[in-house]
């Protein structure tokens, strides 16, 4: 079985990413199971949850379009 991973939408202040897991069968991929979503936002919280979450080298990415700070407030609710 083969994970795909995307880097969904990439934006200053956000990242949505999208996994999916394939197998090959007779050289064909096939879609196994479904797709897995998480959005992260630019955020004091959103960037540490990025930086457990996220793998190389997708995390390098995700930071060298965001920047060294924040741009997003954290959600206080």
Known sequence: ???K??????TKDSVNIKKQNY???DGKEYLIGNSWYRGYSNSTQGRTQV???VTEPYLSAILAMWGDSPTVADDTQ
């Open 51 to 53: 930086q457990v979450e």
């Open 5 to 10: 991973i995307m880097l969904d939408t990439l």
């Open 1 to 3: 079985m083969k994970e």
């Open 23 to 25: 197998v090959t069968v």
